[in-house]
């Protein structure tokens, strides 16, 4: 198949016996004819990274108040 089966370009063409199927390779979500860059996981990232962060500082602030 050319141009990607018809599949958008972040996605798997896979050739099935008389058609085609297009899913959005990973990082990706949507029907695979059209995917976009799912940011759902990097929001989680982002929000467990500053939890962490943030609990860091207030045990460095316990520990220096503590001696």
Do not use: H, P
């Amino acid at each position: 198949m050319t141009d990607n089966g018809g599949c958008d370009s972040n996605a798997k063409c896979t050739n099935i016996f008389g058609s085609f199927e297009c899913s959005c390779k990973e990082g990706y979500s949507g029907d695979g004819f059209t995917c976009d860059k799912d940011e759902s996981n990097s929001a989680v990232g982002i929000g467990v990274g500053v939890s962490v962060g943030v609990l860091a500082l207030f045990l460095l602030i316990l520990l220096t108040y503590s001696f």
